[in-house]
């Protein structure tokens, strides 16, 4: 079981954290459970606060229906944003991200999500956070040129390393083990004092693993870049005749869900100049 530690985010009085403990209060008297992610989770587990634009809030995809329809009864304009992961709530320029998968589709929301729920007060309220486990499992997949959440990982092994259930978290990452290995062996360059956070035994194994995989055949038809940034390895698959890692077997995603994905880049590149 994950100890949180006793340095909680601390409510604040302005208007976006209104907006969120009123989207918290709603889906708490509708029944729709939901898990806190994102900055105001890592500031629980790691003591790190930032400010952040939106508020993420997990959930069951079979629960997006019910969690949508109980906010526009409140008066919050909801919108599905991106069918297989992504729906907002919007409160003039507020907005909280209602999250059952990920861009990839590879860290859809399970019951797991609430079995390993750590309990916290986020904006003077109770709640629970999304376990540790699931922010690495899905934070490891973010290498985008824009955004990269590898510091994040560090953070949360640095913090916690040391109660994670790793088995699970093995289990979570299962073909994908490199992609944890990666951020591992960064770990340990990053902190070469506090290596000892990742088991010795999780390290040999993920080694052992690669050093089995060296003499295995390997498949030149495959990029599985797109599990790890939705943009820069386009090319790779529209022009160099690499078939998408995002597609099955390999991933979970539909031809549609990709070409809607690949589309918001667009979309998400304006808004930045907008914003900047």
Request: charged letters at 25%; a negative charge.
């Amino acid at each position: 079981m994950m100890t949180v530690p006793s340095n909680v985010a601390a409510s604040d009085p302005d208007p976006e954290s209104s907006f969120y403990r009123r989207v918290l209060q709603t889906l708490d008297r509708s029944g729709v459970p939901v898990l806190v992610g994102g900055a105001y989770a890592l500031a629980v587990y790691t003591g790190i606060e930032r400010r952040t634009k939106d508020f993420d809030l997990f959930l069951r995809a079979a629960d997006y229906e019910r969690a949508t329809q109980a906010l526009e009864a409140n008066g919050f304009v909801t919108e599905l944003k991106f069918p297989h992961w992504l729906g907002k709530a919007h409160a003039g320029s507020s907005c909280v991200d209602l999250i059952f998968n990920s861009g990839n589709g590879l860290t859809h929301v399970d019951d797991a999500w609430f079995e390993h729920a750590v309990d916290a007060e986020i904006l003077a309220m109770r709640a629970k956070l999304v376990p540790v486990e699931e922010m690495i499992w899905s934070k490891a997949f973010v290498m985008e040129r824009e955004r990269y959440d590898g510091a994040d990982i560090a953070h949360l092994l640095r913090a916690c390393g040391d109660t994670l259930d790793w088995p699970r978290l093995l289990a979570r990452v299962g073909p994908n083990w490199r992609v944890l290995l990666c951020h591992l062996v960064l770990f340990g360059y990053v902190y070469p004092g506090e290596r000892a956070q990742v088991p010795a035994s999780v390290m040999r194994e993920l080694l052992d693993r690669l050093r089995d995989e060296l003499g295995a055949p390997a498949s030149s038809a495959l990029c599985r870049g797109t599990l790890v940034s939705r943009e820069q390895y386009l090319h790779d698959v529209h022009r160099e005749g690499f078939v998408d890692g995002r597609l099955p077997p390999t991933g979970t995603m539909s031809a549609e869900d990709i070409a809607v994905w690949t589309e918001g880049i667009a979309e998400d590149e304006s808004g930045a100049q907008r914003s900047g």
